[in-house]
């Protein structure tokens, strides 16, 4: 019997994967959260992290928001920003990175616009190492 499941990641435009997988790992705003075949029903919300597709292999894409539903072995996610970490090149990340760290000193951003930013500077910093 097989381990696996149906993840869907899709974007208001595009199908961005969909493929049987044994586990996929999510950045939601309760922590990481991983998810297996026949974990609980739920839907959560995505912070920006890095979501992990784990399979023979492990693809990686970074998100910004979103949401996510897991019933009955599929997991449902849905976002505007997922992008494949191997899409990334050097100049673009230190970009953002860049950008978001002048986002964040600003003084008329609000205490959740704040924990996002680090979230995604955290993120993207160490996608750059």
Known sequence: MSEKFVVEIISPDKLILKKDVSEVVLPSFEGEMGILKNHIPLITFLRPGLIKIIDETEKKFFVEEGTVEFANN????????????????????????NESEKKIKNDKITDKEKYLLTYKIDTLKNINQ
């Open 74 to 97: 599929n997991l449902l996610i849905l976002t505007s920003t997922a992008r494949e970490i191997s899409d990334f090149d050097q100049n673009s990340l230190e970009k953002i990175i």
